[in-house]
């Protein structure tokens, strides 16, 4: 019996597809290409062989971290085999890194886009209340964490807790997460929101790695601080949030006052104040003394005693002025009559000198102007026949011509060089013309 290419095919693909069930495969991704319809198409490879794979789009989109040649990962698939091809290949449902290191690369360079993008700018960072009324805390409610931060609100600052129940560990962890950071962003009367859980493994802490939860703390538009792990662990949610505390029970301690340190400082507040008081009060006491004093002398009965003292000493001296007054009045009345009649003596004669004035000056004026006008035009008209006889010009009209280098005359060859441009005026017009050569008296050039 002779069987055809593509039925050959066609058998294996269905030995394959029916013997082989689901698998997971490790290698090193190779030959890895993003195509423009979405799928992914890359080799698995180790020392000895070389896999090929299929990521179709709908299955991809689920990718937590960008593929590229270089990663070791292991990926979940089924094998099948392409019967135009001939060649068999696993076609992945889902890829996961292999290996802590690969955590550790992903976590690189999550951080190194995000740093690029400015999410952990000092400048983006807001300050923390100082009293915060009500604190938002998305974490897992039955975690120590959420523990010990409430014993040391109620011990710190009388503050009101609202918790966001979410996962903190898992693949689904980080969706809860993010929607506890958006649900507490949403309410108005939240002042603080911590985002917390306690220690564990690299693994453990990785949903407080992913890029989605960070763009929402920094989206927040309130402060938020990161509390997760111990003091050396570090995920993403602390490098974009307001502040980074290094275990719950810190960020507890930096979220609130201590009511007693308060207590102490309003009570030095107090006494302090009290004494600024009482200073404030003895100074105003002897100012008031001295108010007192300048008072008694400034009694208003002593000063109309005193003034009434001055009127009746006024009075007697404008009685007096009174009566020497009349005699310069009896004289003021007569030298009033005589200004009057000198006054009207001086109009007369102001009145006979300015007639005098019209009749005989006034013609006598205006001849001398006619004559000083008339002898200042014939010295112009004289001086102008001199300026014409000096004028250039008429030495243009017998025939010559005058030579000028940027507007200024020139009388010497020493003036100008070869190759200058000069203008040559004539009687009735000028040429531009450029200099080719120089001949001085005997010598040429």
Known sequence: MIFTVYEVSAHLRQVIESNIDELYVQGEVSNFVHHSSGHMYFNLKDD?????????RP?????????????????????????????????????????????????????????????????????????????????????????????ILIRR?????????????????????????????????????????????????WCFNDEALARSIHQSPHPVISAVGHEIDFTIADFVADLRAPTPSAAAELAVPDKEELMRLLDVSGRRMLSLLQGALDRGSARLSDVRFRLGKLHPERRLQSMRQRVDQAHIVLQKSQDLLLYPKHKLQVLEKELFMQVNLFQERITQHQSYLNKMLKPRLSSLIKLIIMDKRQEIEHKKELLKLQSPYNMLDKGFAYVTKADK?????????????????????????????????GVSE
């Open 48 to 56: 000895n062989a070389t896999l090929r794979c299929t990521f179709f």
């Open 59 to 151: 299955a991809n989109l689920s990718l937590k971290f960008a593929l590229e040649n270089g990663l070791q990962v292991i990926c979940h698939g089924k094998l099948t085999l392409y019967e135009k091809g001939g060649s068999y290949n696993l076609n992945v449902y889902n890829v996961s890194l292999a290996g802590k290191g690969n955590l550790a690369l992903q976590f690189e360079r999550l951080k190194t886009k995000l740093r690029e993008e400015g999410l952990f700018d000092e400048a983006h960072k807001r300050p923390l209340p100082k009293f915060p009324n009500k604190i938002g805390i998305v974490t897992s409610p039955t975690g120590a964490a959420l523990q010990d931060i409430k014993n």
């Open 157 to 205: 600052f009388p503050v009101k807790v609202e918790v966001y129940p979410a996962l903190v560990q898992g693949d689904m962890a980080a969706a809860t997460l993010i929607k506890g950071i958006q649900y507490f962003s949403s309410r108005d009367d939240i002042d603080l929101i911590i985002i917390t859980r306690g220690g564990g493994s690299q693994e453990d802490l």
């Open 409 to 441: 005359p020139i009388d010497s060859v020493s003036q100008v060089a070869v190759e200058d441009e000069v203008t040559i005026s004539f009687r009735d017009g000028d040429i531009s013309s450029r200099v080719q050569k120089i001949n001085r008296r």
